[in-house]
């Protein structure tokens, strides 16, 4: 019984975890080598709609994604690189059909500005351990033999106490001494 | 009081956050782009016109005034509704180029005999692939280009009286203003 569950399982999870990439739409495109369609579907998934904003120009059955889609393999069929496919959509729809934005003028803000941020946390961290630190020496120096100033203050009321009874006692002392 | 101040932070940081994330929120057209194109010249191109097939137009048609580009289709309802606002501008003197873009081109035929034609010509771009180098993703966008041919503005979606008085009659008449001075400079130059 429990066999047979874990061979369901194993063929359940193969079925789920090995599917590889599935490409949503299929066109009937003519490539010249393999390496030109490997290219092709690279491409095709890395640039965004601008139509339907959330899907890949290769994902979309929009109009504007079949065009683009064409456009892209007759650039591929012309010998173009994909740096000219993607600078040809670029000049044409701007950085939002790029889903890995590029490492350029305001896009800078956006990578380096967690780095940023992280920086300022840890300067920050450094500062108030610092801070902290030092107010506890501080304390600590102001009582150097371990005592705080509560106990100073009691040992100093002691202190007092016993010599004012122990002088008032000998004084007591000579005078009944004096009577005798 | 230093100190107190700096207790607020926290909160004017939060408010802050809230502030951008409400504008971001409620933008009025979020799914809209902004052009790619926008000061660059217009592109190349060489097409027939909707109403008559032998004829070619190029790029160099559209030049020498102010003008409107926009871009249409049969097939697009929010064309429709934009349609006789246009009409009512090409009345006006405004010059206003069409784009048909991904059309039949019978149909569009149609439409500019039924519904009146505010255009100038319309370029017939049945591929679409016109439509690609100006940036185009969808129907009705209106391009606004200055007498050299430079687009300087770009409308996504219907044309009506607000677009026109708040976004586009403004830089309209702005680009006017630029193209006459730089007309009566010209002439300057020719007298002497």
Same mark, same amino acid.
């Given at each position: 019984?429990?066999?047979?569950?874990?061979?369901?399982?194993?063929?359940?999870?193969?079925?789920?975890?090995?599917? &590889?990439?599935?490409?949503?739409?299929?066109?009937?495109?003519?490539?010249?080598?393999?390496?030109?369609?490997?290219?092709?579907?690279? /491409?095709?998934?890395?640039?965004?709609?601008?139509?339907?904003?959330?899907?890949?120009? &290769?994902?979309?059955?929009?109009?504007?994604?079949?065009? %683009?889609?064409?456009?892209?393999?007759? %650039?591929?069929?012309?010998?173009?690189?994909?740096?000219?496919?993607?600078?040809?959509?670029? =000049?044409?729809?701007?950085?939002?059909?790029?889903?890995?934005?590029?490492?350029?003028?305001?896009?800078?803000?956006?990578? /380096? &500005?967690? %780095?940023?941020?992280?920086?300022?946390?840890?300067?920050?961290?450094?500062?108030?351990?610092?801070?902290?630190?030092? =107010?506890?020496?501080?304390?600590?120096?102001?009582?150097?033999? &371990?005592?705080?100033?509560?106990?100073?203050?009691?040992?100093?009321?002691?202190?007092?106490?016993?010599?004012?009874?122990?002088?008032?006692?000998?004084?007591?002392?000579?005078?009944?001494?004096?009577?005798? | *009081?230093?100190? @107190?101040?700096?207790?607020?932070?926290?909160?004017?940081? #939060?408010?802050?956050?809230?502030? *951008?994330?409400?504008?971001?929120? #409620?933008?009025?057209?979020?799914?809209?782009?902004?052009?790619?194109?926008?000061?660059?010249?217009?592109?190349? #191109?060489?097409?027939? +016109?909707?109403?008559?097939?032998?004829?070619?137009?190029?790029?160099?048609?559209?030049?020498?005034?102010?003008?409107?580009?926009?871009?249409?289709?049969? $097939? !697009?309802?929010? !064309?429709?509704?934009?349609?006789?606002?246009?009409?009512?501008?090409?009345?006006?003197?405004?010059?206003?180029?069409?784009?048909?873009?991904?059309?039949?081109?019978?149909?569009?035929?149609?439409?500019?005999? +039924?519904?009146?034609?505010?255009? @100038? #010509?319309?370029?017939?771009?049945?591929?679409?692939?016109?439509?690609?180098?100006?940036?185009?993703?969808?129907?009705?966008?209106?391009?606004?280009?200055?007498?050299?041919?430079?687009? @300087?503005?770009?409308?996504?979606?219907?044309?009506?009286?607000?677009? $026109?008085?708040?976004?586009?009659?403004?830089?309209?008449?702005?680009?006017?203003?630029?193209? @006459?001075?730089?007309?009566?400079?010209?002439?300057?130059?020719?007298?002497?």
């Amino acid at each position: 019984m429990i066999k047979r569950l874990t061979s369901r399982l194993i063929i359940l999870l193969s079925m789920v975890l090995f599917t &590889g990439t599935t490409y949503g739409v299929i066109d009937s495109y003519q490539f010249s080598t393999p390496e030109q369609e490997q290219r092709f579907f690279e /491409l095709t998934n890395e640039l965004r709609c601008p139509k339907c904003q959330n899907q890949t120009i &290769g994902d979309s059955n929009a109009p504007i994604a079949q065009d %683009l889609r064409r456009e892209v393999h007759r %650039l591929l069929n012309e010998g173009a690189d994909n740096q000219t496919v993607v600078d040809f959509m670029l =000049a044409r729809y701007g950085d939002f059909v790029l889903y890995k934005p590029r490492v350029s003028g305001l896009n800078l803000v956006l990578w /380096l &500005g967690p %780095l940023l941020l992280l920086l300022v946390g840890l300067v920050v961290l450094v500062v108030v351990v610092r801070r902290h630190k030092a =107010a506890v020496t501080e304390s600590v120096q102001a009582a150097p033999d &371990g005592h705080n100033a509560e106990e100073a203050l009691l040992d100093q009321k002691l202190n007092r106490f016993l010599t004012d009874h122990l002088s008032t006692h000998s004084s007591e002392d000579h005078k009944t001494d004096g009577k005798e | *009081m230093k100190r @107190r101040l700096q207790l607020f932070l926290p909160l004017a940081i #939060f408010l802050g956050l809230c502030l *951008m994330f409400y504008v971001a929120l #409620f933008r009025e057209n979020p799914g809209e782009l902004p052009s790619a194109l926008l000061d660059q010249p217009l592109p190349a #191109f060489e097409r027939s +016109t909707v109403k008559n097939p032998d004829r070619t137009v190029t790029r160099e048609h559209l030049l020498g005034e102010v003008a409107l580009i926009n871009v249409w289709a049969s $097939w !697009c309802p929010a !064309c429709r509704v934009e349609h006789p606002y246009l009409v009512d501008l090409a009345n006006k003197g405004v010059p206003i180029y069409g784009v048909n873009y991904k059309d039949d081109q019978p149909e569009a035929r149609k439409w500019l005999k +039924t519904l009146h034609d505010p255009y @100038r #010509f319309s370029i017939n771009d049945e591929s679409g692939s016109l439509g690609i180098d100006l940036g185009v993703y969808g129907a009705p966008e209106t391009y606004l280009i200055d007498h050299q041919g430079v687009i @300087r503005y770009k409308h996504v979606g219907i044309v009506d009286a607000n677009v $026109w008085k708040n976004d586009l009659e403004p830089r309209f008449s702005h680009l006017q203003k630029i193209a @006459r001075k730089a007309q009566a400079n010209n002439h300057e130059g020719e007298v002497k």
